[in-house]
């Protein structure tokens, strides 16, 4: 199974500020059909189900706001959220769907400084 | 509107299954694909299966395989995840969600709509 690493585990952030999240995929997960990279990424709010916000690595959920942004290749990748809002504290996770047996990363927790 | 709905709250002894339902509604039940993930008390998400929902085929993570079954009724719009031999362990919330495909890659993508959650409490 692919192993899906984030970084870091938690990470406390001021309001307006940038929250950086890493994801490390333990292989290529480069779609060869498309040329596009199997990685999405989720936020969980406590009590929540999972809400989608970026598939193919970069590319935003309809209704997502744009402060929101997916970048990387390889095995490298990252979430960004922009200029941090209070309603964005929760939890973070990426996935692969690159396999056919789907893995997630640990998930990474974002808060207010 | 897309959704999924999933059944209700379940509690069950050591050494029993649960069945889980999901009915999809707003959208061709057939045409996608219907994961199952799990999430355990103060844990991560826990990929377990998928079905698709068009043919029956079936794919499921090698932690539950021989304990778990995901099946589907077409007429229904509904699947199901059936989970056997329960531990303490297996105490989760369960979701299911919905997977793209894509036709123009023919890719079995990423996961867009989710159910609210079962939770399953085993105890003796």
């Known amino acids: 199974d692919i192993v899906m690493t984030q970084s870091p585990d938690s990470l406390a952030v001021s309001l307006g500020e940038r929250a950086t999240i890493n994801c490390k995929p333990s292989q290529s997960v480069l779609y060869s059909s498309n040329n596009k990279h199997c990685l999405a990424w989720y936020q969980q709010k406590p009590g929540q189900p999972p809400k989608l916000l970026i598939y193919w690595a970069s590319t935003r959920e309809s209704g997502v706001p744009d402060r929101f942004s997916g970048s990387g290749s390889g095995t490298d990748f990252t979430l960004t959220i922009n200029s941090l809002q209070a309603e964005d504290v929760a939890v973070y996770y990426c996935h692969q769907y690159y396999s056919s047996r789907r893995t997630f990363g640990q998930g990474t927790k974002v808060e207010i400084k | 509107q897309v959704q999924v709905v999933q059944s209700g709250a379940e509690v069950k002894k050591p050494g029993a299954s649960v069945k889980v339902s999901c009915r999809a509604s707003?959208?061709?039940?057939?045409?996608?694909?219907m994961h199952w993930v799990r999430q355990a008390p103060g844990h991560g998400l826990e990929w377990m299966g998928w079905i698709n929902a068009g043919n029956g085929n079936t794919e499921y993570s090698q932690r539950f395989q021989g304990r778990v079954s995901i099946t589907r009724d077409t007429s229904a719009s509904t699947a199901y995840m059936e989970l056997s031999s329960l531990g303490s362990e297996d105490t989760a919330v369960y979701y299911c969600a919905r997977g793209v495909y894509d036709p123009n890659w023919n890719c079995n993508c990423h996961m867009d709509v989710w159910g609210k959650g079962t939770t399953v409490t085993v105890s003796s």
């Open positions: 707003g959208y061709t039940f057939t045409a996608y694909f």
